[in-house]
């Protein structure tokens, strides 16, 4: 079936680069942090985040790494929900919009 292959080439694709950009802006605060003498080594809210980014702060890089982390399970899901969608595929619609609706529920209530 050429659509399922299709769908694995592209959610294969989304979560490769979602793990390697990831692990590269990891990888550089990290090396940043351990070869600056003056670097922060507090984490930062995400309400600054955009500032310290600006800043070209070595632990800004760290999390904005981790997010890229966190939100490319999110990312597939949602891949997979426009692929559905373009497919016409009711029942995965529905099972990705449910699926997408308990992470968002459990980011809300904070499990």
């Known amino acids: 079936m050429p659509s399922q292959e299709r769908m694995n080439q592209v959610v ?6 979602g793990v390697v950009v990831s692990m590269a802006l990891i990888g550089i605060g990290l090396f940043l942090t351990a070869t600056t003498p003056d670097a922060g080594q507090e984490w930062i809210g995400l309400g600054s985040l955009w500032e310290a980014l600006m800043a070209f702060e070595p632990v800004a890089l760290v999390e904005l790494g981790l997010l890229v982390l966190i ?7 949602l ?11 009711y029942r995965f619609i529905l099972i990705a919009l449910f699926v997408l609706g308990m992470v968002s529920l459990a980011v809300v209530i904070d499990i």
């Open 71 to 77: 939100a490319t399970p999110l990312l597939r899901i």
């Open 79 to 89: 891949t997979a929900l426009v692929i559905f969608t373009t497919e016409r595929d």
């Open 12 to 17: 294969h694709k989304v979560l490769l680069v």
